[in-house]
């Protein structure tokens, strides 16, 4: 367990100058090659669509540079020793995303455009507001409870809004959102500073069931109440993408705090028995199932989305069919939660791997940064931002792919949406925060990478 | 702490190798049948959206091509001949599919062939686009002469060159019009499918090779064949009694001949007069059903001609005549089905014939015995007119031994010399043939009247070689055939043969 240092002084030791320059040297070559990669693939998927380059190339080329050194100079100033793979990651996955959004609707285009700049833009104003991440652990509770508000707002009369079937959005005007995609960040700071605090008691084993020893019973309601906030969130928006991510992310901190496997299959189990009851009880649930086993029994209705989606990667194959020369017009959807389809059609295996590997990065990236922060609060709000991130988009792929029954979630920074977008940017800043703190208050920051 | 970390890491591993194996299994495993599923159209609209090569004519009459248009799907199939050659080329509609050469060569005309794909790859910085055109062995005017003579008849018309399984027409009444069907109107196109399934003369299936009727007694040049590969035929030994009619073993109902009338003699008589006693007795005490059997699976029965068009029907001769009741020294073995052996041995009961099978056994026994690959491609071509790819002539089957085919291909000169089938002669050429009426019921008498026919130079090999079929007509005496199918063999084999 690392010791207690006091907050980095205004002359930082020698050793962390070092590292802090050379991880952002590392960052900003990272990024260069990601905004080559991007500006290629948008030059590309032009020439497939039209023939020719697109008009906008230069200014593009002017709006990447400008969002990328913001970033990258924000990182510079105010977290300058932390992790240097992530924003070129995040980088990559949003310009790509960018590109094929770009390539379906030149409207969404623009939208996401803007979004991208709001995402950056709060990234930047969470790197300047929280200097010190054991200050969320703070407001802890407040947090707790931001974070339920805001994932019941949509029941509310007035504001909420029913779209494509679920109940997940909050419109102000003319401004809509989903309030979720901030409500999981929330909890994951509340998870985080609820469980680094009770971790002891939680962790005692004290308790035998056959041949285990395990906790109090007593200390399994925690457990209980959030697999009941994740069930609410089933039955009264009818998210089980959402559900499913905010269980998992509950389970995961609350495992990795007490290091007691016993929770995981406690959570498990509940979540058998809630996935069977919801079954049985909700139409919407058996139909997500039925799509899953078989979606050729109704090839035109239900099943429609997943089987175009899957003739769009077969379509693509190994190598894919170009950037710009798929068929794009037949997966609802396809700019958001199917996207993958559209990147798998038009560049393949290749590509898809390119995604997966692309969020395997970023989830080892994470899970160091979780590591390189002791055993602390950073830690497990570290652990539990990463589990977000990798899930989330494990999830949706795995839908795609009829891997698991199909749940509706963006893939993170890929898909087209504000939200998500938005909040996705603040979680990785505040991955970068913890980040940047761990190494600025190791004993040895040269030990702590 | 660390090692939740680090099993969680683990974890996410996991779930993210399954999404690979996942990814890998649509993408590469099941891509190709995922691609090829009858509701995933991705393949077609990127079809209908690129240059597809034309069809030609032997004789150089374009039959279909591809027209640009300002609409959804750029390309829109055009067959400028109508229904003359649709048996043929087919169709090729976005909403229906593909039939005929559009779809035996699709990937020939989409340019997706690997010889066409290369010259696509040396031509990268020239822009030329790979698809191929396919020229055709069939002749526009043969067609013409074959629709002409046939008229508004059901029936069919193959002709083809021995030598080479060269087809030269494919005619089958009804046709159909393939523009309507190729229509880029899905509406209008099902419309018109709808309407021409209903139609009871079926047009959509092209009878010349993707039907089959009872052969009558053309299936008595087989027959014949058959017997002189048994060895226990020659042509002049055994002489048949001239009778009325044959009685095989267990039945007392005779195989009769057309009006009654008394018919027997030697190999070359009997196919000159189409004796029915003679080739049922010839079935059932010289040859047996093993070389029947045999013979007629040699000619290609039994089996669908591996022609370059979709979906040939095949051609059968029962392979069942019960078991072994008797072993008469030398002669074949008594079957409990003989009756049933000498019915077939006229090409009645379950012998069933495409027009196609009967016109390759007409060129085997031309060919000297060996029966050709029937082919409807000549060559395909690339964009600039050069030769990518050229059909390789092949032998099916070797159906009988050249000597025996001598004799058979004498034998059928006699039949248009002497015989049933004299309207066939042809001024300086030499012709063989065989008459066929195959009798569909007798209240009221209904029959196929069929002719199959080889025709070339005097002491040449013969070039063409043809089958006719008129369906369904009324009546059943023995010239029901040559005077019905005769004039239209003749007419078609005349034209192939540039007489007159």
């Given at each position: 367990m690392t010791a207690t240092v006091p907050p980095s002084s205004a002359t930082p030791r020698p050793n962390v100058q070092a590292i802090g320059t050379r991880r952002r040297t590392t960052?900003?070559?990272?990024?260069?090659?990601?905004?080559?990669?991007?500006?290629?693939?948008?030059?590309?998927?032009?020439?497939?669509?039209?023939?020719?380059?697109?008009a906008d190339i230069l200014p593009f080329l002017g709006v990447i540079l400008v969002l990328v050194l913001a970033a990258h100079l924000a990182v510079r100033r105010w977290a300058r020793c932390s992790d240097a793979l992530l924003l070129p990651i995040v980088a990559l996955l949003n310009g790509l995303g960018f590109v094929f959004i770009a390539r379906l609707d030149d409207q969404l285009a623009g939208l996401q455009a803007t979004w991208t700049g709001v995402g950056i833009a709060a990234f930047i104003l969470t790197l300047v507001v929280v200097r010190d991440v054991r200050v969320l652990q703070r407001y802890r509770y407040t947090f707790g409870l931001v974070g339920v508000a805001l994932l019941l707002l949509p029941l509310l009369p007035v504001f909420g809004q029913n779209i494509n079937g679920a109940r997940i959005w909050v419109a102000f005007g003319p401004v809509s959102f989903q309030p979720g995609e901030f409500a999981k960040i929330a909890l994951a700071i509340f998870f985080a500073g609820y469980l680094v605090e009770r971790r002891e008691i939680l962790g005692v084993a004290t308790f035998r069931v056959g041949p285990f020893n395990t906790p109090d019973p007593r200390q399994f309601g925690p457990v209980l109440v959030a697999w009941g906030i994740s069930l609410l969130v089933v039955i009264f928006q009818r998210d089980l993408g959402s559900a499913l991510l905010f269980f998992?992310?509950?389970?995961?901190?609350?495992?990795?705090?007490?290091?007691?496997?016993?929770?995981?299959?406690?959570?498990?189990?509940?979540?058998?028995?809630?996935?069977?009851?919801?079954?049985?009880?909700?139409?919407?649930?058996?139909?997500?199932?039925?799509?899953?086993?078989?979606?050729?029994?109704?090839?035109?209705?239900?099943?429609?989305?997943?089987?175009?989606?899957?003739?769009?990667?077969?379509?693509?194959g190994t190598s894919g069919v170009g950037p710009g020369l798929g068929i794009v017009d037949r997966i609802p959807f396809d700019e958001t939660d199917f996207i993958v389809a559209i990147i798998g059609e038009e560049l393949g295996l290749l590509g898809t791997t390119a995604v997966l590997v692309a969020f395997l990065l970023l989830a080892g990236s994470g899970l160091r940064i979780a590591k390189g922060a002791g055993a602390t609060f950073g830690t497990l709000l570290a652990v539990g931002l990463t589990s977000l991130v990798a899930f989330q988009a494990f999830i949706i792929m795995a839908g795609v792919t009829r891997l698991l029954p199909l749940t509706g979630v963006t893939l993170p920074f890929v898909s087209y949406g504000g939200s998500s977008l938005v909040s996705n940017y603040v979680l990785v800043a505040l991955l970068l925060r913890i980040s940047d703190q761990s190494i600025r208050r190791a004993p040895d920051p040269l030990a702590a990478l | 702490m660390r090692r939740q970390i680090a099993l969680l890491g683990a974890a996410i591993l996991i779930c993210y190798v399954a999404l690979f194996v996942k990814f890998n299994q649509i993408q590469v495993f099941q891509a190709d049948a995922l691609n090829g599923r009858s509701d995933n159209t991705r393949q077609l609209q990127r079809d209908f959206n690129e240059p597809r090569g034309s069809i030609i004519t032997a004789d150089g009459v374009l039959a279909a091509f591809s027209e640009e248009r300002r609409a959804t799907l750029r390309y829109q199939r055009v067959y400028p001949e109508g229904d003359l050659l649709a048996g043929v080329t087919g169709y090729y509609s976005f909403g229906l599919g593909s039939s005929g050469v559009e779809r035996s060569y699709n990937d020939e005309l989409a340019g997706r062939t690997t010889a066409l794909k290369l010259r696509e790859l040396t031509g990268f910085f020239t822009d030329t686009s790979s698809e191929g055109d396919v020229v055709l062995t069939v002749r526009k005017d043969?067609?013409?002469?074959?629709?002409?003579?046939?008229?508004?008849?059901?029936?069919?018309v193959v002709a083809l060159d021995p030598r080479d399984g060269a087809v030269l027409t494919l005619w089958s009444s009804p046709s159909f019009d393939p523009n309507q069907l190729s229509s880029n109107d899905t509406t209008q196109a099902t419309a018109v499918k709808e309407f021409l399934d209903a139609v009871p003369q079926k047009p959509l299936l092209i009878r010349a090779y993707q039907e089959n009727y009872f052969p009558g007694s053309t299936f008595k040049v087989v027959t014949a064949a058959a017997g002189l590969e048994s060895r226990a035929v020659t042509a002049t030994t055994p002489d048949y009694p001239v009778v009325t009619e044959y009685t095989p073993p267990f039945t007392r109902q005779g195989i009769s001949n057309f009006g009654g009338a008394p018919c027997g003699g030697t190999l070359f008589v009997i196919l000159a007069r189409s004796c029915n006693s003679s080739f049922a007795q010839m079935a059932v005490e010289q040859t047996g059903p093993d070389p029947m059997v045999a013979t007629a699976e040699r000619f290609g029965f039994n089996d669908a001609p591996p022609i370059d068009l979709p979906d040939p029907a095949r051609s059968v001769y029962p392979t069942d005549f019960g078991e072994i009741v008797e072993r008469p020294p030398g002669r074949p073995p008594v079957y409990s089905d003989a009756p049933k052996l000498a019915q077939t041995a006229i090409g009645q009961n379950d012998v069933r014939a495409t027009p196609l099978q009967m016109a390759l056994v007409a060129a085997g026994v031309a060919a000297g015995g060996e029966v050709p690959v029937p082919h409807v491609m000549d060559e395909i071509r690339a964009r600039d007119g050069s030769v990518v790819e050229r059909y390789e002539p092949e032998v099916w089957r070797k159906a009988v031994a050249p000597a025996d085919a001598a004799t058979l291909r004498q034998a059928m000169v006699g039949v248009v010399a002497d015989g049933t089938a004299r309207n066939m002669a042809i001024q300086g050429f030499e012709v063989g043939a065989k008459t066929g009426t195959a009798q569909l019921g007798t209240t009221p008498p209904r029959s196929h009247g069929w002719m199959i026919a080889f025709g070339g130079r005097p002491g040449q090999d013969p070039t063409v070689a043809v089958a006719v079929i008129v369906e369904n007509l009324s009546g059943a005496s023995a010239e029901t055939g040559g005077s019905t199918a005769g004039p239209v063999a003749r007419a078609v084999l005349a034209a192939a043969l540039g007489a007159e």
């Open positions: 960052e900003l070559g990272l990024l260069v090659l990601s905004s080559i990669i991007v500006l290629g693939a948008y030059a590309l998927a032009s020439l497939g669509r039209n023939a020719s380059l697109p998992l992310l509950f389970l995961v901190t609350l495992w990795v705090a007490t290091g007691r496997a016993v929770y995981v299959v406690l959570g498990f189990v509940l979540f058998g028995v809630g996935a069977f009851v919801s079954w049985t009880q909700f139409s919407h649930v058996q139909d997500r199932v039925s799509i899953w086993l078989d979606p050729w029994a109704d090839p035109a209705g239900s099943g429609y989305q997943v089987i175009q989606a899957a003739y769009a990667l077969a379509w693509g | 043969l067609q013409e002469v074959a629709r002409d003579a046939l008229g508004d008849r059901p029936g069919a």
